[in-house]
């Protein structure tokens, strides 16, 4: 008897320990998927701030000359006197700023934007275009006139030359195509391209800022040696893996140019994915906004030091 009540107990023994095994496992997995789950809502949704750097290299430039690429801001916040964004571009060190478009908006107030150009514009050569949200405020010239207060360069059909560290630069910049709509008396974009274009001609290496960057049918036209652009909110959604966007305006599903850099005909463009948070009614999934920092630098010189790499014997 005592020995059927000893089997009995031994044989019930290991059930007990496959559930508990069992219900380790559903809890471990669970948790895992969980914590998974956060990690990948906290990257898909996160709108901290990052700095993407660029180079470009070009016959044109002796000494390098680094330029920080603001765009699509839309006054959003970036922290108590815009630390987060001006910490950033003084870490950068840039030689210039160019504020390509959309750095005000039409709904939210400007005061972001001016404490972010009381930080900068005493500190460095601001250049600024209008963007299509700024034209649509109705109060462009307005907006455009508080630039220059803070003594930035605005830049509506013009060129301004500049040297910066022994290097001569033409920095062109054109409206958004909309202001003909909302500014009278202002050249139409098509009329403002080709007067900034004749500054091709001096053999100086030239910038173009114009805020939209699927117009490459009509850069490309003409010969700038760069064109930064923004507008695309790096297409709000970012698709994981294959690194493209989802939407973007003007240029609807699955746009070509929102984020990077894109090789044309006779120039490169460059697209920042902008800085806008709050402003906008979608949230950025996988799309952190960026200011983009972008190093101009001599291709001789970069030949020449490849060549002294490759010359060097292997240890």
């Not at 007990?16 to 496992?25: F, P, T």
């Not at 603001?70 to 060190?93: F, R």
């Not at 970012?238 to 690194?243: D, K, T, V």
Request: with cysteine.
């Amino acid at each position: 008897m005592g020995d059927r009540v000893s089997n009995t107990a031994s044989e019930k023994k290991p059930l007990i320990d496959l559930a508990a095994a069992k219900y380790r496992q559903h809890y471990i997995r669970n948790t895992a998927l969980l914590v998974a789950g956060i990690v990948i809502a906290l990257t898909a949704f996160s709108v901290r701030l990052t700095t993407t750097e660029y180079t470009v290299r070009s016959q044109k430039i002796a000494a390098p000359v680094r330029l920080a690429l603001i765009t699509d801001l839309h006054s959003c916040y970036y922290g108590e006197g815009q630390k987060t964004l001006v910490n950033a571009i003084n870490a950068a060190k840039p030689d210039l700023v160019l504020l390509a478009g959309d750095i005000c908006d039409d709904e939210i107030p400007n005061e972001n934007t001016e404490t972010l150009l009381k930080a900068i514009a005493d500190r460095y050569p601001c250049y600024y275009v209008s963007g299509n949200h700024e034209i649509w405020s109705g109060e462009v010239e307005a907006v455009k006139e508080m630039f220059r207060s803070y003594g930035v360069k605005v830049l509506s059909g013009e060129t301004e030359s500049i040297t910066v560290n022994g290097q001569t630069l033409n920095i062109c910049g054109v409206d958004d195509p909309d202001i003909t709509k909302y500014e009278h008396g202002s050249l139409a974009f098509s009329e403002q391209l080709s007067a900034v274009s004749a500054a091709t001609e001096n053999g100086n290496f030239t910038l173009l800022m114009s805020h939209r960057p699927e117009l490459v049918i009509e850069y490309d036209k003409r010969s700038f040696d760069l064109i930064v652009s923004g507008h695309a909110h790096g297409g709000q959604w970012r698709l994981p893996f294959i690194n493209a966007g989802l939407i973007s305006p003007n240029q609807g599903l699955f746009p070509k140019y929102t984020s990077g850099v894109y090789q044309l005909e006779n120039s490169e463009l460059i697209v920042s994915r902008g800085l806008a948070r709050e402003s906008t009614r979608l949230p950025r999934i996988y799309n952190r906004p960026e200011l983009v920092v972008i190093t101009l630098e001599s291709e001789k010189q970069w030949q020449n030091g490849k060549s002294r790499s490759a010359s060097l014997p292997t240890p």
